[in-house]
């Protein structure tokens, strides 16, 4: 059984920080890309960061350069998301994301990561930033 499992979300004052994980299950991970998505209220999911299996190349998206980071454990089929410096319109459920790809490498921009194209998700994971 496929399984993506998120953790590490929570509630956090702006400025602060959070961890979120994500352990893999069920399929060769170093066959996929990885990365998060993230859905707030009201809008439409969108990709926050991505981490290639080929090279370890990564990419984020405009609005949280500088401040997230992704890394992966492929010993322990797992990815991490930092984010730092945290602000109230990161608010939204983050969802871990897997697309089988060549060489497990990510979208040349995190702009045309489409939510269509992923394989598997997680349940997602709420991530709530209090002003």
């Known amino acids: 059984e496929v399984q993506l499992v998120e953790s590490g979300g929570g509630l956090v004052q702006a400025g602060g920080s959070l961890r979120l994980s994500c352990a893999a299950s069920g399929f060769t991970f170093d066959d996929y890309a990885i990365g998060w998505f993230r859905q707030a209220p009201g809008k439409e999911r969108e990709g926050v960061s991505c981490i290639s299996r080929s090279d370890g190349s990564t990419y984020y998206a405009d609005s949280v350069k500088g401040r997230f980071t992704i890394s992966r454990d492929n010993a322990k089929n797992t990815v991490y998301l930092q984010m730092n410096s945290l602000k109230p319109e990161d608010t939204a459920v983050y969802y871990c994301?897997?697309?089988?790809?060549?060489?497990?490498?990510?979208?040349?921009?995190?702009?045309?990561?489409?939510?269509?194209?992923?394989?598997?998700w997680g349940k997602g994971t709420l991530v709530t930033v209090s002003s």
């Open positions: 994301a897997a697309e089988a790809t060549p060489g497990g490498s990510c979208p040349y921009s995190l702009d045309s990561w489409m939510p269509y194209e992923i394989d598997y």
